[in-house]
């Protein structure tokens, strides 16, 4: 028996999510398929975390156990042969038994890509949340700084959660900023909101952005995401915001 860690890149979009759902269409579900087909066995993928609908993945990491003799050097051709296009295995190892990916993550870092723009990019409309107005960056940047450390993030949680545990640690929660390459002006044009935690929470990064949105706009101000934060309360924060400009960028181990 050996057990095979793999990272894996995907695009989210035609997706309803990573993990197994009894109406299919997963990513989870392709990978398993696609092992089927190389191997004849029917494995159990465990992944470092699952990744909604429409959500995409840098570097997500999996593993399974395998009888198989297929030398490892030779995996990432066999199953990318085998897998759709909107889907890419980058690299493969033999690690312990006992490894778990989602048991052994020690640190994730998500992505939340936004174009703020008139119109969209239609070569990046896949991939970042389309914003038509411009958004205050340092107010949004003040906001975010009260997030680092070890909280309760009950307010930055779905109600559907099954965590009765909602401490998670922020490591890092940054905003990049970029020059929009589709015209000639030097403004400012993309945002990209990095976190990086011990774990996240069901959509915490999509509520942390959504609320991030409500105090850019002008609607809240900074100073209020400490106290959404200190009120333990789902109803205190701001929108969900949609999957379309999430990615899983890292896991570190």
Request: hydrophobic share 40%; aromatic share 8%.
């Amino acid at each position: 028996m050996r057990n095979l860690r793999f990272i894996i890149s995907y695009n989210g979009t035609a997706y309803s999510g990573f993990q197994t759902q009894p109406r299919g269409n997963t990513i989870q579900d392709e990978l398993e398929r696609s092992i089927k087909q190389l191997t004849g066995e029917k494995v159990k993928i465990i992944s470092s975390g699952r990744t909604d609908a429409g959500v995409h993945a840098r570097g997500q990491v999996i593993n399974f156990l395998t009888n198989s003799a297929i030398p490892i050097e030779r995996w990432c051709l066999a199953l990318n042969t085998r897998l759709p296009n909107d889907i890419v295995v980058l690299t493969a190892e033999e690690v312990p038994l006992d490894f778990h990916s989602r048991k052994a993550a020690k640190r994730k870092t998500y992505c939340y890509a936004i174009r703020m723009a008139r119109f969209p990019n239609v070569f990046h409309r896949n991939f970042e949340f389309h914003h038509y107005t411009p958004l205050d960056v340092e107010a949004m940047r003040e906001a975010l700084e009260c997030l680092i450390g070890e909280h309760d993030f009950s307010s930055f949680c779905t109600v559907r959660t099954d965590k009765e545990i909602r401490v998670r640690t922020i490591y890092e929660a940054r905003i990049e900023t970029a020059a929009d390459e589709m015209t000639d002006e030097p403004k400012i044009g993309r945002l990209r909101v990095i976190i990086t935690g011990s774990g996240f929470l069901y959509n915490m990064v999509r509520i942390i952005v959504g609320t991030l949105f409500q105090i850019g706009e002008g609607k809240r101000a900074s100073s209020d995401m400490r106290r959404i934060l200190e009120a333990r309360d789902r109803s205190q924060a701001g929108p969900t915001a949609e999957a379309i400009g999430l990615t899983l960028w890292q896991v570190e181990y």
